[in-house]
């Protein structure tokens, strides 16, 4: 079992940046991927962007894609997301992932808002 926890969200005037962090526990070694995910209200969850345990796949939505960076520590099983020109679009309830060999876990959600 593997158990995360989110950091980071609020609120932020669009165009501004904001960093989320999710920190893994629990069997972290089952762990192949991490990444984000997002919600908005009435919205299918969405990828954001995920990264293998290596590093040599990322994989970022079509919506953030040169606006959003992912990154990772993996000695403290951390990923890391940098959010630079937030639009209000972004705004949306963000979830941390990792994926296992059988399962994806799933954190308990971190608000961002973007509004002026």
């Known amino acids: 079992q593997v158990q995360l926890v989110e950091f980071g969200g609020g609120l932020v005037q669009p165009g501004g940046s904001l960093r989320l962090s999710c920190v893994a526990s629990g069997s972290t070694g089952s762990i192949r991927a991490m990444g984000w995910y997002r919600q908005a209200p009435g919205k299918q969850r969405e990828l954001v962007a995920e990264m293998t345990n290596d590093g040599a796949i990322i994989n970022y939505g079509d919506s953030v894609q040169g606006r959003f960076t992912i990154s990772r520590d993996s000695v403290t099983a951390t990923v890391y997301l940098q959010m630079n020109s937030l639009k209000p679009e972004d705004t949306a309830e963000y979830y941390c992932?990792?994926?296992?060999?059988?399962?994806?876990?799933w954190g308990q959600g971190t608000q961002v808002t973007v509004s002026s």
């Open positions: 992932s990792a994926r296992t060999i059988i399962r994806y876990c």
